[in-house]
């Protein structure tokens, strides 16, 4: 096992209208609070009145900013860090899904950088220390409401890059399942895929002495496989929902990756279809990670054996493990087409046109991936089979 250094600080708040306790626990943090969510659901649903009341009951000045768009732009981060920065917001409350969450965590970070907040994303400056920010979680998919990192996309150039720091966690995050009976079944798909892809992230590790880890995973992937059926069908199914959400959070809040090195190649690869397509992240992790674990399963067949026998019951072949192997890798795509997702580039509307300028841009700052390092033309070849 690695040796690891485990800090996860974000209070969570779980349960049947935990919405309305945010003044209190807003107020901690000051008076002056950034309001920021996206594209209206949250009007829609009621919770942002609800949020406003809970608010006002604290005496908490609420400055407002919405609009954050799925793939969240770093120009409006800049309208945030000015708003910020002209009335002295002492706290950022993300209302929404991973896209405002990490809106907020950009503004938070560029508020306190003594320069343009894109440096701290393409590695020319550090993230030292960010405004305090709480979460309202809406959708369970990103994992960013106890992550350390965002991922913001620059419209000039179309780069969707990624920025963190330990102080980038939110203080509390409210998680309130019965906000998730809004999701649309397409959403609440695209979320699932993407809290299973950051588990398969730190499962295909190269590190072998992490049986804990590997079974926290495997719980974590089971529980989610078995109620995703239910939320898609019965929207409004109270304990399934309950399930699906805690599971999206423990899958990104880093006890996951623990004692081991994860790989991220997947992510990487996605960052780039959804940087230049606009397309839901989870959507395009539907693509990518079945060619990922097609072109890869050979570097560890054990690992794949494993994956495949524990997740998905499948038998083990002793005779001939790389079936087992390949059975594991089909029973991804037969789940992930079951919730109504994308299994390649072309049932995603995306084309092989662009495939070499992704491999290109990808891996502009190396290779990526470490469970199998993976250049520019091993990304190229993970896109084409991504097209099949
Ligand atoms: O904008 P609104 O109107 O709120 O609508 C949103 C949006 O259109 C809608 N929605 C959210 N909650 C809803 C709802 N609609 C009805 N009822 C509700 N309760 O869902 C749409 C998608 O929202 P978005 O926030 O974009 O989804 P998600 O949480 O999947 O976030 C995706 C972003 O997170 C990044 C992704 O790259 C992507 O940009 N990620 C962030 C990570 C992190 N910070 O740790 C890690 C992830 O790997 C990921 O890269
Ligand atoms: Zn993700």
Known sequence: MENFVFQ??????????????????????????????GGGSIKASGLYDTVVQSLAEQGIEI????GVKPNPRVSLVREGIKLCKENDIQFILAVGGGSVIDSAKAIAAGVVYDGDIWDLFEGKGQVVDCLPIGTILTIPAAGSETSSGTVITNEEGWYKRSAGHPTMRPKFSILNPELTFTLPAYQTACGITDMIAHILERYFTNEKNVELTDRLCEATLRTIINNAPIVIQNPTNYEARSEIMWSGTIAHNDILGTGRIGDWGSHDIEHEISGIYDIAHGAGLATVFPAWMKYVYKHDVNRFVQFANRVWGIEIDLNNLEKTALAGISKTEEFLTSIGMPISLKEAGIGEARIEEMARKGTEKGPLGNFVKLYEADVAKILNLANQ
């Not at 974000?10 to 943090?29: D, N, P, Q, S, W």
Request: hydrophobic residues 40%; charged residues 30%.
């Open 8 to 37: 996860n600080g974000t209070k969570l708040i779980f349960g049947r209208e935990t919405e309305k306790l945010v003044g209190k626990e807003a107020v901690v943090y000051g008076k002056k609070l950034l309001l920021h969510y």
């Open 63 to 66: 400055f407002e900013l919405g």
